[in-house]
């Protein structure tokens, strides 16, 4: 079984249009903010095709804000992130690349439903 880190990690919140989307790990709430809105980044492709409540989400930075995850969200955030690296789904080194999507989502180019 792999090891967790036992190093302290920061879970953060993207809110997009009020509605809290995802919870990931960052170093600081800057790291975080830029993250969320890096036209490169990390979640710039997922967060521009997934949709909820029938709506498509919007990365803009108009309607986006990165908060400190409040703390069901980051117990959402640690326990997928436990269960994860117990099953094997995840490589415990790879803690910062570990979301957590807080809404229900559907990716629009998924044929299968």
Same mark, same amino acid.
């Given at each position: ?58 990365? #803009?930075? =108009?309607?986006? %804000?990165v908060?400190? !995850?409040?703390? +069901? ?9 436990? @269960? #994860?690296? =117990?099953?094997? %789904?995840?490589?415990? !080194?790879?803690i +910062? ?9 559907k @990716? ?6």
């Open positions: 079984m792999s090891e967790l880190t036992t190093e302290p990690v920061s879970v953060f919140t993207v809110v997009v249009a009020g509605i809290p989307v995802c919870a990931f790990a960052a170093d600081t709430l800057a790291e975080a903010q830029a993250e969320a809105v890096d036209p490169n980044g990390p979640f710039a492709d997922s967060l521009q095709v997934l949709r909820w409540e029938g709506k498509p989400s919007s990365i #803009a930075p =108009a309607n986006t %804000d908060r400190g !995850a409040t703390p +069901d969200e980051e117990q959402l955030w640690r326990t997928s992130w436990e @269960d #994860a690296v =117990a099953t094997g %789904d995840a490589d415990p !080194a790879a +910062d690349d570990w979301t957590v999507y807080l809404v229900d989502v @990716d629009p180019t998924d044929r299968g439903e």
